[in-house]
T-cell receptor
């Protein structure tokens, strides 16, 4: 069965370190998204991609970067982790078009100390 | 920019009863989709129901139905015959589309409503 996976599921890091969160989908979807979930804010869009070599900034992109070298993967990098980036991170993918349901990964809980 | 507001941080309901979760949104666009997502304690995001803005008929999925009021920019979720498994955080979400119904994919979420179903 097709799926979308995230790793690691839990991560503790220190302020200033570089961190990369992995996202891998086997749906063969063109569209991939990264969101962060914080209490009182719901989920907010960080970055998104509509295909290989395409990346776009979302609502809360400062301090984050992504790259899309193949269809299956969209890794999210925190260049220099800050305590404000402590959050739960969700990756999602969708086929696009009128079939616009987004399929979400299980989430990664990141703690920055 | 689009915004989605859920004004009820928490709701509770007795098993087998009906509950309605509220959502309002703001957009100047005419073509869009609205969604309700469920997030149980497992943290998995699950699509509950979807509404296309050009459709006047309210969407229904088994015990879940919506009341879509486009002019009022309101999109409430009604859960009938509530079950213990309905206990979860519920998110209202919005995405723009073009006139042909193709979605741009990016979701804007509300703050969420925690629903607790009591036995």
């Amino acid at each position: 069965d097709a799926e979308i996976t995230q790793s690691p599921r839990h991560k503790i890091t220190e302020t200033g370190r570089q961190v990369t969160l992995a996202c891998h989908q086997t749906w063969n979807h063109n569209n991939m998204f990264w969101y962060r979930q914080d209490l009182g804010h719901g989920l907010r869009l960080i970055h998104y991609s509509y295909g290989v070599q395409d990346t776009n900034k979302g609502e809360v992109s400062d301090g984050y970067s992504v790259s899309r070298s193949n269809t299956e993967d969209l890794p999210l990098t925190l260049e220099s982790a800050a305590s404000s980036q402590t959050s739960v991170y969700f990756c999602a993918s969708s086929e696009g078009g009128r079939t616009n349901e987004q399929f979400f990964g299980p989430g990664t809980r990141l703690t920055v100390l | 920019a689009q915004t989605v507001t859920q004004s009820q941080p928490e709701m509770s309901v007795q098993e087998a009863e009906t509950v309605t979760l509220s959502c309002t949104y703001d957009t100047s666009e005419n073509n869009y989709y609205l969604f309700w997502y469920k997030q149980p304690p497992s943290r998995q995001m699950i699509l509950v129901i979807r509404q296309e803005a050009y459709k006047q008929q309210n969407a229904t999925e088994n015990r879940f139905s919506v009341n879509f009021q486009k002019a009022a920019k309101s999109f409430s979720l009604k859960i009938s015959d509530s079950q213990l498994g309905d206990t979860a955080m519920y998110f209202c979400a919005f995405t723009l589309s073009n006139a042909g119904g193709t979605s741009y994919g990016k979701l804007t979420f509300g703050q969420g409503t925690i629903l607790t179903v009591h036995p």
